[in-house]
């Protein structure tokens, strides 16, 4: 389920990585986060039980369009491998968009593999979503190694509906983007059905398919030329009402030639830095570390990433603070005839730790500059401190004139 915020007018896409323990889940996102550009990526999140970890980052792709509106972002989240760390990966998927499911290549792997898509397809049922109906690829990883599966046995065994499939050696940066391109295709092809109202559709009650399908192996019998014996004429006996839910309807199956002509026909692109294989293993990734007790803990810090980052960012608040002193600096600084006569207003606020000042009698002093002639006037305040004040305010409100 896609993650609107309408104060910002952005959707946060959720991309999550499954597969098995050790398969380069998190592999795959280290390589997005170091081959991006920082000014397009967030910070990259663990969140840590005393067991396992779950790894997060907000990444903005630098062409996407805007759909219905919003400006799209995704993010990108990895799960426990192993099997036993099954309450998080649950959570983990809560309101997935996207799923890319990372196959390790070794032929000694194959039933762990199966074990992992098996388990992928349970935990999505406990959400009421089927496999059928989420943006899916597949990634075929370590095909850099020696003992390995052939890519058509891992289709016949995983990819059963001829999903997009991806080989990868994640290690060396190989395939990577390739892979994550295509899920990201893949989920805003689903984003937009849903933004043009065609995602929910129901399915045809069961008697009129087995009838669909009755006179369909009869036209087929026709056209063969065979002929059947006339039956014995019987009159029909009426079949039981269907009752049909009009609340429950179902989202569509994902058909795999759509789903990759939808891959090609989208246009997603990311600020991609080149970096070398060497130095992709070598670079160390400062990681914000959340420590959590439990799948609470875990569920409330998953809902707390996600509105975070389509919030405004404290740098472009800072930004804009910025500006506005750059704005009254200039100002300050005219020399030109024509604009001498200049009223400047401006509120300010400081706080100061209480540490940071005595009790009793204070004295602020504020100067005002005049950068380009070194000039400057002192204003002495006087400030009475309470000594159980744990911090001061002091607010501003200038009235400058220059003539």
């Known amino acids: 389920m896609v993650f609107f915020n309408y104060s910002t007018m952005q959707m946060a896409a959720k991309i999550v990585y499954y597969g098995p323990g050790l398969c380069g889940k998190t592999t795959n996102l280290q390589v997005i986060y170091k081959k991006t550009s920082p000014k397009s990526r967030g910070e990259m999140v663990c969140l840590e039980t005393e067991t396992d970890r779950t790894l997060f980052f907000d990444l903005l792709p630098i062409d996407v369009g805007v759909i219905g509106g919003f400006k799209t972002r995704f993010q990108l989240y990895t799960v426990p491998g192993q099997v036993f760390y099954n309450s998080t990966r649950k959570l983990v998927l809560r309101g997935v968009d996207g799923i890319v499911f990372v196959a390790d290549s ?139 839910e009009a609340a429950k309807v179902e989202a569509p ?67 804009h603070k910025t500006s506005a002193d750059k704005a009254l600096q200039d100002l300050l600084q005219i020399s030109k005839p024509a604009l001498m006569a200049q009223e400047i207003k401006r509120k300010s606020a400081i706080s100061i730790a209480g540490a940071m000042v005595k009790a009793g009698p204070t004295t602020l002093v504020l100067t005002i500059r005049n950068s380009s002639s070194q000039k400057s006037e002192t204003i002495e305040i006087p400030l009475e401190i309470d000594k159980n004040r744990s911090k001061v305010a002091l607010k501003l409100d200038l009235d400058i004139s220059i003539t």
């Open 106 to 244: 070794q032929i000694p792997m194959e039933e762990t593999n199966l074990e992992s898509f098996r388990n992928l397809r349970e935990n999505l049922l406990e959400h009421n979503l089927d496999i059928d109906t989420i943006p899916l690829v597949f990634q075929f990883n370590k095909r850099d190694l020696t003992n390995i599966m052939p890519v058509e046995k891992m289709n016949r065994d995983l990819n059963r509906t001829g999903l997009p499939f991806y080989e990868a050696a994640a290690l060396q940066g190989l395939g990577v983007f390739e892979t994550l391109k295509g899920i990201s295709k893949a989920t805003l092809f689903s984003l937009r059905r849903k933004a043009l109202g065609d995602e929910v559709v129901s399915k045809p009650p069961a008697a009129a398919a087995v009838s669909s399908s009755s006179e369909k192996v009869s036209e087929e019998k026709t056209l063969a030329g065979r002929v059947e014996p006339p039956k014995p004429h019987r009159v029909p006996t009426p079949p039981p009402p269907i009752v049909v």
């Open 253 to 319: 199956v994902i058909v795999a030639p759509e789903m990759k002509k939808a891959i090609a026909e989208e246009k997603v692109e990311f600020a991609e830095r080149s970096v070398q294989a060497a130095a992709l293993r070598q670079e160390q990734i400062s990681m914000k570390k959340i420590s959590v007790k439990s799948t609470i803990d875990v569920a409330r810090q998953l809902d707390s990433l996600r509105d975070q980052y389509t919030a405004i960012k404290q740098p472009e608040k800072a930004a």
